[in-house]
């Protein structure tokens, strides 16, 4: 396993202002160490007992809304549901959109009828409305009032990360890294990567892709040499779906394969203006024009498109190699050389290296204790449970005895069989075991690391050809709450999204020019340079917020 090299962007903030920023960080340091501790009657601090244990003998069902249409797994009867359900008392009902998402939420807010605990995506808007519209508890108070033990389990800095400005912590995240846990592990990675399956690429030469011309090629070459593949035509790339914000692997993960940055000079850099983005955006209407792109990239939703990553169908792919983690085992099963690895994907003209970003302190998704619920005590006292040491080694390893043995280092050492079916077939895993993160809801990866058994060959490449590119950098994933400011940034997420299709459908780059050109005039009157001086507003108080996680981390 290479070693891993980390990089950390540089915001070009001058020295005496860094110092300014760690002196005030560390002036914050011992309130907010305060605000984060609960106090006992004498002022002194004893460990609390988990409130789930005393909660145990008492039945309880709560309603779960996770906001992700894709996860369709339910409570049922499998090991470590079970176990939570013996050792809490508490049964899950998940609820989740049929469809749109941003719909589903819309309506629930609007009749005031959210269940006990919903868990969403950081960078939603419905994330501040929920909060901005105070219907859901502070988990701060939760804890307070019901379970002392939620401060034990929780991370000092993650909770900074999410205190709002009234005080009050409103949420907790999923998938979170401290920097100090980056510090602390080398083979943290990221999960943006550019693939193509294997013995295509091997077949025409392994050419390099970095390029325009080099694309280009090895998709003619591609699908001249495979026209199809196991009985079906060849697609030539496979990316994220395209929705009414656009589409994630051509925006956000195209710009970080580019080197795009996210400011310059102290203000927001509009890196959808980028000339590198540009280019690389013709190079895909060019493949539009020239048949290598069908209207399926278009039409596919994620469902399709990993339905079809299963069966091996694209030659290459901007995607996110976690995502398709289960359709490589099972491609790999059938055949190794028909698995995806990960390459250098397209960059910049000055051939920059790729800037990955590691997963941040955000995390991926948050989850909250809506104040409609029939018992917020089991609701906090839940979340404790799962977030701890126990609730973490059980949700991902499973129950010792049953998925895992004790190995002479302490560590799990996973049953053979139970290894099997977790690479050949994890629908099934999931109902008779549920673990390896079934309930991901607030995994905490950097925990975990010290149980995840050796990646396999169709896992372990993708992930640790990530490790050279990786970059940490969450100050730049910050989420604008101001409503109308949220509302105007909105409107001109829509804007592209209706804005990318018809770049990619412009019959010339002439048209391609002019569509654009259209699309900057239209954001400006939407609003755009109030939506970037406040995205500005919100990274530099993300380097303060930073600066003490770090200084909170130098004095654990």
């Known amino acids: 396993m290479p070693t891993q090299k980390y990089h950390v962007i540089q915001s070009g903030w001058r020295s005496a202002r860094r110092a300014a920023a760690l002196a005030l960080a560390l002036c914050l340091l011992a309130s907010q160490m305060a605000a984060c501790t609960p106090a006992t009657g004498d002022g002194a601090q004893e460990q609390a007992a988990p409130a789930w244990e005393k909660y145990a003998a008492e039945s309880v069902t709560l309603d779960w809304y996770v906001n992700f249409s894709w996860f369709t ?20 009902n998940f609820i989740t959109p049929g469809g749109n998402e941003w719909e589903k939420l819309d309506a629930m807010i609007s009749s005031g009828d959210l269940p006990d605990l919903l868990t969403l995506g950081f960078w939603e808007p419905h994330a501040a409305r929920i909060i901005g519209e105070g219907l859901v508890y502070p988990l701060n108070e939760l804890a307070d009032a019901y379970d002392p033990y939620f401060w034990e ?114 203000e927001r850099y509009d890196r959808y203006s980028d000339p590198d983005y540009i280019r690389w955006l013709k190079v895909f209407r060019k493949l539009r024009e020239d048949g290598y792109i069908s209207d399926e990239l278009f039409l596919d939703r994620r469902a399709q498109v990993v339905e079809k990553v299963g069966e091996g169908r694209y030659f290459c792919m901007i995607y996110q190699h976690t995502d398709i983690a289960d359709q490589q085992i099972y491609l790999y099963e059938k055949d190794p050389e028909g698995s995806y690895i990960a390459i250098d994907g397209p960059s910049n003209r000055r051939g920059d290296s790729h800037t990955l970003p590691g997963v941040g302190i955000n995390g991926w998704t948050v989850t909250m204790v809506s104040k409609n619920s029939k018992a917020p005590e089991r ?178």
């Open 73 to 92: 797994t339910t409570w049922g009867e499998n090991l470590v549901a079970k176990t939570i359900t013996e050792e809490t008392g508490v049964s899950i």
């Open 153 to 266: 389990v929780s991370s000092p800095q993650r909770l900074s990360w999410y205190t709002h400005r009234d005080g009050n912590i409103y949420s907790y995240p999923n998938s979170s890294y401290t920097p100090a846990d980056y510090e602390e592990n080398y083979n943290i990675g990221a999960n943006q990567t550019f693939l193509v399956r294997s013995d295509i690429y091997r077949a025409i030469g392994s050419p390099d892709m970095t390029t325009p011309e080099g694309f280009t090629g090895a998709i003619r070459d591609a699908t001249a040499l495979f026209p199809t593949v196991g009985g079906q035509p060849l697609l030539a790339i496979g990316l994220y779906d395209f929705d009414k914000d656009g589409c994630y692997s051509l925006e956000e993960m195209l710009m970080n394969f580019l080197a795009i940055p996210f400011e310059k000079g102290g």
């Open 379 to 556: 609701a906090i006292a839940l979340m404790s449970y799962l977030m701890s040491e126990h609730g973490q080694k059980l949700t991902y390893c499973g129950v010792e005895g049953v998925t895992y043995d004790t190995g002479t280092d302490g560590g799990p050492v996973f049953k053979p069989e139970v290894l099997e079916l977790l690479n050949s077939d994890r629908v099934e895993y999931n109902s008779i075991y549920g673990a390896d993160n079934t309930y991901w809801m607030l995994q905490d990866n950097a925990m975990q690391l010290r149980w995840q058994p050796p990646a396999r060959p169709p896992l372990s490449q993708p992930r640790e050809w990530t490790f050279p590119y990786t970059v940490y950098m969450p100050e730049y994933d910050v989420s604008i709450t101001d409503p109308e400011i949220s509302a105007a940034y909105q409107r001109i997420r829509e804007a592209w999204g209706s804005a990318l299709p018809q770049l990619l459908l412009a019959p010339t780059d002439e048209e391609f020019d002019r569509i654009f050109s259209e699309y900057v005039a239209l954001r400006e009157g939407l609003g755009y340079d109030l939506v970037a001086r406040e995205w500005m507003r919100l990274v530099e108080e993300a380097k303060l917020k930073l600066d003490m996680d770090r200084a909170m981390a130098m004095g654990r």
